[in-house]
């Protein structure tokens, strides 16, 4: 019995005192349960109360319309952000200084007189008193003005931007208030919103309350700058991240194209970052975000998309480089006797180089090592399109062939130089080296040796017990007409924990059986019309060139 188990077992042991429909709950819904099924009970219970949700709603909401600000302030329409200091954000420019609250209903529409919209101008009584407090939504907006006051050179306005659109009702009117984007709009003075300002009101310790006198302003003077904006509402906040990554992507990748964007997982991080920022309490300049700290932040967010654009697009062009080749090797042996054999095992081949990519293969370290045997290497850079894509069809051609041949699978090993692949059905390793057209047998076997002496000692270790087979493709040397064994001494070091320094590994001797990939590939052609006898045809291409060599 699990430890909740047994909490509700006691509970069931001693219902005395608790409500008998609980206990039968339990017991037939939860006990003897395993978590998983708890769970799943739990998750279809409809709670009572979803305040929670409702607020993380909205300050989620909240942190959008802040990053739509910021964008606008990367765009220089402000200097600077405030997020949760004074008010839900704070924006400013020169002596510009404009407050917005930000507010969220799961409704699309809501009656301005009804709950919360009435939140806007509703004042609560004061038991005794003519007066009520100022503490509606659009008081506190207002009372900004206290700090910075228009006689002192501040131009201020007043935001108050909802996730709903306030319905006009017969004593409430708001939709003048949803055209002043410019922030200077006359006010009549029959205005719903006039009236409620200039009744008598009080500040929390019960004072009376004059906008004259403590902002400086009437206010009328003040409702001439406020705005009512209905954004987008709960229920279309995808659209609104989608409207903010095009936005921002459109400044953070304007030198790149809109081939790129940012992702809304992107956006996460962003308020992630702001979030982090509005912990700090004890020090505001924490929240306090210039275009320059807002840079900072983007620079990492753009790095990261500019990096999953460039894996993408790699990934992208190794597989239909690919793709390219396994097409180009099907075409040529479409009319064979074995075609339909050969295009499931070629189709098959090419799924596994897909996965090969999708865990970090790619086709130019793949020509690095099958021309140079190491990836410090320029081949690919220095090879033309067209020879990189012989390289690849040279490359994955004899592959190929190899696998008929053995009626085996050829995966790549961890090899860091040799291009290596390992046969699932004899284990035999086999290296791939392309030369130079002009090069016979002589000068491949040097190009070898120089590879070896440059190898990493992991694969001077994995090469120790082992007879290396090694194909040379795209060389000329008619009298290279089949396997030779070669000696290679390794003069580099080879240092092994364990073993003494002053007696290095360093005079290994390796031995090489060098197959001649052309004659092999010319074998193969001849033998893929054979009807009766194609399988002993193959094992005698296979004794001939990957055989053991006396």
Request: charged share 30%.
């Amino acid at each position: 019995m699990n430890k909740l188990e047994e909490i509700i077992q006691y509970y069931v042991d001693n219902k005395e005192d608790k409500n008998a429909e609980n206990v039968e709950f339990l017991q037939e819904n939860v006990l003897g349960k395993s978590s998983n099924e708890i769970a799943t009970l739990i998750s279809k219970i409809l709670p009572e109360e979803v305040g929670g949700i409702v607020a993380i709603s909205g300050f989620h909401y909240q942190f959008l319309v802040a990053i739509e600000y910021m964008i606008d302030m990367l765009n220089g329409k402000w200097d600077y952000i405030f997020i949760e200091h004074l008010d839900d954000i704070v924006v400013g420019k020169d002596n510009l200084i404009r407050f917005i609250q930000v507010k969220t209903s799961e409704k699309v529409m809501i009656e301005a007189t009804s709950s919360p919209a009435s939140g806007l101008y509703y004042r609560t009584p004061i038991e005794g008193r003519i007066e009520k407090k100022n503490n509606s939504w659009i008081d506190k907006l207002f009372s900004k003005a206290e700090l910075l006051q228009q006689k002192d050179g501040y131009i201020t306005q007043f935001q108050l931007y909802s996730s709903y659109h306030y319905i006009k009702t017969k004593g409430f009117d708001l939709d003048v208030y949803t055209g002043n984007t410019n922030y200077d709009m006359d006010i009549v003075n029959t205005d719903h919103l006039l009236l409620k300002l200039s009744a008598p009101a009080c500040d929390k310790n019960g004072e009376r309350y004059d906008y004259e006198i403590k902002c400086g302003e009437k206010p009328e003077e003040l409702l001439r700058r406020f705005y009512l904006y209905t954004g987008m509402s709960l229920h279309k906040l995808e659209v609104f991240e989608d409207h903010l990554c095009m936005r921002l992507s459109e400044w953070l990748f304007r030198d790149v194209g809109d081939r790129v964007r940012i992702h809304p997982n992107d956006l996460k991080v962003l308020i992630g970052h702001l979030c982090t920022r509005c912990t700090y309490r004890d020090n505001t300049e924490r929240l306090l975000i210039t275009r320059e700290k807002l840079e900072e932040i983007l620079d990492e967010i753009r790095a990261r998309c500019l990096d999953s654009v460039e894996h993408t697009s790699e990934i992208h062009g190794n597989m239909s480089a690919v793709s390219k080749t396994i097409d180009s090797i099907v075409s040529e042996i479409e009319t064979c006797a074995h075609a339909s054999v050969f295009k499931d095992k070629l189709y098959t081949y090419r799924d596994y180089l897909k996965r090969w990519i999708d865990n970090g293969g790619n086709i130019r370290a793949l020509i690095e090592r099958y021309v140079d045997g190491t990836i410090k290497s320029s081949a690919y850079a220095n090879l033309q399109e067209l020879n990189r894509e012989q390289k690849m069809h040279d490359f994955f051609n004899i592959v190929f062939i190899m696998m008929i041949v053995k009626d085996s699978f050829l995966e790549f090993t961890d090899s860091n130089s040799l291009l290596t692949k390992k046969c699932t059905v004899s284990n035999l390793l086999f290296s791939f080296l392309s030369l130079e057209s002009r090069n016979n047998l002589q000068a491949g076997i040097q190009k070898l040796e120089s590879i070896i002496q440059q190898l990493d000692t992991n694969d001077h270790l994995n090469m120790l017990d082992k007879t290396l087979r090694i194909v040379f493709q795209n060389y000329t040397d008619r009298r290279f007409t089949g396997t030779v064994r070669h000696e290679i001494k390794s003069s580099s070091d080879i240092q092994i924990e364990g073993f003494d320094d002053e007696q290095p590994l360093n005079k290994v001797t390796y031995l090489v059986d060098i197959i001649p990939g052309v004659e092999m590939k010319l074998d193969f052609s001849e033998a893929l019309n054979e009807q009766d006898f194609f399988r002993e045809k193959m094992q005698e291409i296979w004794e001939k060139y990957c055989g053991e060599v006396s």
